[in-house]
């Protein structure tokens, strides 16, 4: 999370370009802007199969022949730029570092101080709110929806139509008024534009969203291709999946049978900057991806997700908390009684795992299964693949004081 003055120096420029672009040629034209995704490969002739081929390779996590989805988009969560950049949070998520499938982000609390739930990340659906804080401002409020915020390096402008900036630090948000906008913070980079495109990227890994129903995500060898017509691939180093969405598809070339994929859902409005207003955090919410953990359907801990777990519980012990929670969450597929099980049993196997390897942190284990989303499972009465694939998740939440 530490920003470097590079990443500013660019961003500055590319904001400028951005905004100088925008003003002369209109909003969505001066943008970054993806094309569609490639096309897909040659479709199969066959009729479908009536029964599918056991034993092929499957995605760590998912079905036999299943591809997973092209992910969200998801912004920082906006309301905690402040926060974020000091105190206990900022503290873990320097000892975590890159741990695969492993995030790191503020705790909300209310005025009590109490954990609030289900705020989860700030998803690119939006909801055209933004909220912006630091402990002793100054703001300046001109009567007519403007105004702005200095301290420390933080600059809030707010223009009163839902447009404005943020700069804090070497991370800048501009956000358009009008359900696009910018994000940057020298590391990760997110754009999203009015027709329900956008993208995200962060070094070697990177989303694209065309709005169209198609999408692409690339992580290093692995690529993940939805076209927006039921068919797709994923691709590795060792696994070959492709689904030609008329119910086959291949593993590494043999025939399999597979559901179409659904749409890759449109992007929703960029958050607006209409509101500037605290919001405390208490401490720090590691989430970790239970596909990075688990097989599909199961609590038992991988072999594969040691070297993930050995270097969490090494940033832990460095961060000794002597207490916290580890709360397993699920999607909504399955029955309430499968998913609070599930959910039970997946936290307690992170919290045994931690334990073995000596990470003294006395913590609550709770399962909340399908209850507490952090994304839609459904989408205009779709099912959303990808908000399913975060609600899939065990969280750990360390207390502490922010500075």
């Given amino acids: 999370m530490s920003h470097t003055v590079r990443g500013r120096a660019a ?15 209109g909003s969505d034209a001066a943008r970054e802007r993806p094309d569609r995704a ?26 036999p022949g299943e591809i997973p989805p092209v992910p969200l988009i998801v912004l920082p969560d906006l309301s905690m730029l402040d926060a974020s950049l000091a105190g206990f949070a900022l503290d873990v998520d320097a000892a975590v570092g890159d741990v695969p499938g492993v995030t790191v982000t503020p ?18 659906y939006g909801d055209g709110s933004g909220v912006f804080t630091a402990p002793d401002g100054s703001v300046v409020n001109y009567g007519d929806g403007s105004g702005t915020y200095a301290l420390n390096g933080t600059t809030v402008t707010v223009y009163g139509d839902g447009s404005g900036t943020y700069a804090a630090g070497g991370t800048s948000v501009v956000s358009y008024g009008d359900g696009s906008g910018v994000y940057d913070d020298g590391t990760t980079h997110v754009y999203v534009h009015t027709d329900g495109s956008g993208g995200w990227s962060r070094g070697d890994r990177s989303v694209v969203n065309y709005g169209d129903g198609s999408g692409v995500y690339t992580d290093g060898e692995v690529q993940v291709v939805n076209y927006g017509d039921g068919s797709g691939a994923y691709t590795d180093a060792d696994l070959s999946v492709q689904n030609h969405g008329d119910g086959t598809g291949l593993v590494n070339g043999v025939p399999v049978e597979v559901d179409p994929l659904p749409q890759v859902p449109r992007l929703g409005a960029f958050p607006s900057m209409g509101v500037i207003a605290p919001v405390p955090s208490c401490g720090a919410t590691l989430t970790l991806d239970s596909g990075v953990l688990f097989d599909f359907g199961s609590a038992e801990i991988r072999p594969d997700a040691d070297a993930a777990l050995d270097a969490l519980a090494t940033a832990l012990a460095g961060v000794a908390a002597p207490a916290g929670s580890v709360e397993g969450h699920t999607d909504s597929v399955s029955s309430p009684a499968l998913n609070q099980r599930l959910s039970e049993d997946r936290a307690r196997a992170v919290a045994d795992a931690l334990a073995d390897r000596g990470v003294g942190t006395a913590f609550d284990v709770v399962g909340y299964g399908e209850d507490r989303p ?9 099912d959303n693949p990808a908000g399913r694939q975060l609600n899939r998740r065990v969280e750990i939440l360390l207390p502490g004081v922010t500075s």
């Fill in 38 to 63: 490639p096309a897909p490969t040659e479709r199969s002739t066959r009729e479908p199969r009536t029964t599918p081929t056991p034993q092929v390779p499957a995605v760590a996590g998912y079905a």
């Fill in 374 to 382: 952090v994304a839609p499972n459904e989408v205009d009465g779709q």
């Fill in 107 to 124: 705790t909300h609390c209310d005025a009590t101080g109490a954990v609030e739930s289900g705020r989860g990340a700030l998803l690119a």
């Fill in 11 to 25: 961003l500055v420029a590319a904001s400028l370009l951005l905004l100088t672009a925008c003003g002369a040629s």
